[in-house]
């Protein structure tokens, strides 16, 4: 389809299978829910492609102005435990998904992206969104030990 550059908007908290979101449409027998095992295990397929990608696992989103706040990265969702807050503006989002498209550190990374609150002591304003890929410091998630969702027969291709 002459895709140069993948950018995959997926959902912080995916290494934990615990995580409240994916007991949301489990079934009485176990099926059902795991959505962020899914999510990962879709990125993982991504990353198996060969396609240029970007992979990023926002917080909880919010309806805010961009460039307010100080945005924080890391990787594996070391922010769920380390963050005081785990959400981020959807502009703020969408300013690090198209600065992605043309930041070479952006590519073939996937990281977890939060902000501070704006009120936060200390905070100092992410103006430019391609700063986060110079945050990340070459750091990416790993991918090693995905696991739990079941896979269908008829998926071989994620199994």
């Not at 389809?1 to 995916?14: D, K, L, P, R, T």
């Not at 397929?45 to 917080?59: C, D, K, N, R, W």
């Not at 989002?93 to 902000?115: G, H, P, T, W, Y």
Request: aromatic share 6%; charged share 25%; proline share 4%.
């Amino acid at each position: 389809a002459g895709v140069g550059h993948f950018i995959f908007v997926s959902s912080m908290g995916g290494t934990d299978s615990d995580n409240f979101l994916n007991t949301i449409g489990r079934q009485t027998d176990g099926s059902g829910g795991d959505i962020l095992l899914w999510k990962r295990r879709a990125e993982r397929y991504l990353i198996a492609s060969g396609l240029s990608y970007t992979i990023v696992h926002p917080g909880g989103l919010v309806d805010e102005e961009a460039g307010k706040r100080e945005l924080v990265v890391d990787v594996d969702d070391k922010l769920m435990a380390t963050s005081t807050s785990r959400t981020v503006p959807r502009a703020d989002l969408a300013r690090v998904c198209i600065a992605a498209l043309f930041e070479e550190k952006a590519k073939n990374s996937a990281f977890d992206l939060a902000s501070k609150a704006p009120d936060a002591e200390g905070s100092v304003v992410t103006d430019d969104a391609s700063d986060v890929f110079k945050f990340l410091k070459g750091k990416t998630c790993s991918y090693d030990s995905v696991s739990g969702a079941r896979v269908p027969p008829s998926i071989p291709a994620l199994r």
